[in-house]
């Protein structure tokens, strides 16, 4: 008996580093957004290949504000992992703008993919560049989102001030549609990767001619008061029915981020998984198809790269 204990022991030890994954029971939830973004539903598919694919973790996606209060969630060192912009990110590591007084010890998981600034209105409402917004009813995002950050940097950099020369409302996503065609409010901030539900909701809504306002031309302000965490992009005019043309937009950076305390084996089991089941990802919602190896670079994260992390990339020969 003893003899055949010692031989199971002995093959359970050799199988492990073929698996590639250390056993650790972890109740992991995943910090997200509103349900019609992005963040959701690829939180969910992340969920569903860890739960499937990670021996003694159980996961959950989390409907969320966004990324403020996903930083926050990160910040109560329970097994959170959460997807953020580069943004609201910066600001909590130091403890800044809506986390004054409060440094979050967060740390980069891996790259994801790149948010677009969509400013969307509709025609018959006068309104056709960033600074026609003056007075009128906008929703610049739900509270806790990263999209309420963004949206108000880009109306300060058009010379707006979000809280006097607007009547703001703090919607999300699917509430900022249903308000438009409602002709409750004139237009809205979301940002989000191509292409997003809640516009194409819009733009295929019969009757209703959808509009983008460019404001790539904000980037150098926006640049020379908050660093360079924003770049200028486009949306294709194939990205959304009805469009004329591209949108010239700014974007910034999402990724993936845990709090310090978080175990080396259980990122490398969460980054190694998120590779290994790309496919699976990408099934779930076509923006995953970004996230590559190739993105995954020192710089391309404003805050430190977390040990485990780090392991999984040198084992694939990136220079960390």
């Known amino acids: 008996m003893n003899k055949l204990l010692k031989r199971l022991a002995f093959v359970a030890a050799a199988l492990m580093p073929l698996s590639g994954f250390a056993q650790e029971k972890i109740n992991l939830s995943i910090a997200t957004g509103g349900t019609g973004g992005v963040y959701y539903p690829l939180g969910g598919g992340m969920a569903n290949v860890f739960s499937k694919s990670i021996p003694g973790m159980t996961a959950n996606a989390e409907v969320t504000g966004g990324s403020v209060d996903n930083?926050?969630?990160?910040?109560?060192g329970k097994p959170y992992i959460a997807l953020t912009q580069a943004d609201a990110l910066v600001d909590a590591y130091?403890?800044?703008?809506?986390?004054?007084?409060?440094?979050i010890p967060a740390r980069a998981l891996?790259?994801?993919?790149?948010?677009?600034?969509?400013?969307v209105t509709v025609e018959g409402t006068g309104i056709n560049s960033i600074s026609?917004?003056?007075?009128?009813?906008?929703?610049?995002?739900?509270?806790g989102s990263a999209t309420e950050v963004?949206?108000?940097r880009v109306l300060e950099a058009a010379g707006i001030d979000p809280r006097k020369d607007i009547k703001s409302e703090?919607?999300?996503?699917?509430e900022s549609v249903n308000a438009i065609k409602d002709k409750k409010i004139d237009a809205f901030f979301f940002v989000v990767g191509l292409p997003t539900s809640a516009v194409t909701d819009l733009a295929s809504t019969p009757g209703t001619k959808i509009k983008f306002l460019d404001h790539s031309n904000l980037i150098g302000a926006m640049t020379k008061k908050h660093g360079n965490i924003y770049i200028a992009d486009v949306i294709p005019k194939a990205t959304y029915a009805?469009?004329?043309?591209?949108?010239?937009?700014?974007?910034?950076?999402?990724?993936?981020v845990a709090n310090a305390n978080m175990s080396d084996q259980t990122v490398y089991n969460i980054v190694k998984t998120i590779f290994d089941k790309r496919p699976d990802l990408i099934a779930v919602h076509k923006t995953a198809a970004d996230i590559t190896l190739e993105r995954q670079k020192p710089d391309a994260s404003p805050v430190p790269w977390h040990p485990g992390a780090i392991k999984y990339f040198k084992e694939k020969g990136l220079k960390f």
């Open 71 to 76: 930083m926050r969630l990160i910040g109560t």
């Open 94 to 103: 130091n403890g800044q703008g809506k986390f004054e007084g409060t440094k």
């Open 110 to 119: 891996m790259m994801l993919y790149t948010n677009l600034m969509h400013a």
């Open 132 to 143: 026609d917004l003056k007075g009128k009813r906008v929703s610049t995002g739900s509270p």
């Open 150 to 152: 963004f949206a108000f």
């Open 170 to 174: 703090r919607l999300g996503a699917s």
């Open 242 to 256: 009805g469009m004329d043309k591209d949108n010239q937009a700014t974007a910034v950076a999402n990724l993936l």
